[in-house]
């Protein structure tokens, strides 16, 4: 199941990089969680819950940058979960400061749907998640 995983996330991603924000609903629970811990400099809320939660997220997130691209730079197929690194450019909107930087997301998968998703400062943080959360379960 775990390559399946790792096409999900795939899709998912292309799809938030064409900007079909709509269709990203259809691969979340419907409790689905959006972790921010991990992220600083940002005023956002630690987590986001339910597509209501997510769609509060977007906002927040898009009315903070004039422009924003991302590069998906690595997918690792973690089980029920997988890694992807990202590499994010973009100008803010308030600052129009340019800034570019690196991050990786821990999605988790049940059945087929995301539940959850945490975002890391880094690949190593993001799969030594992976592998605490991969101990809790056995």
Excluded at 46 to 55: A, F, K, L, Q
């Amino acid at each position: 199941m775990s390559r399946e995983n790792v096409e999900l996330v795939r899709r998912l991603l292309d799809a938030y990089d064409r900007r079909d924000l709509d269709s990203l609903y259809d691969f979340y629970a419907p409790d689905f969680e959006w972790h921010l811990g991990h992220l600083e400099g940002f005023e956002f809320e630690p987590v986001y819950v339910g597509h209501d939660g997510v769609r509060q997220f977007f906002r927040q997130w898009y009315d903070a940058w004039e422009t924003v691209d991302f590069a998906w730079e690595e997918f690792i197929d973690a089980g029920d979960q997988v890694v992807a690194v990202i590499r994010q450019s973009g100008r803010g909107k308030l600052s129009g400061a340019d800034v570019e930087h690196g991050f990786a997301q821990l999605w988790t998968l049940r059945e087929g749907v995301i539940v959850r998703m945490a975002i890391h400062p880094d690949r190593e943080t993001a799969l030594a998640a992976a592998e605490t959360a991969e101990r809790a379960r056995r």
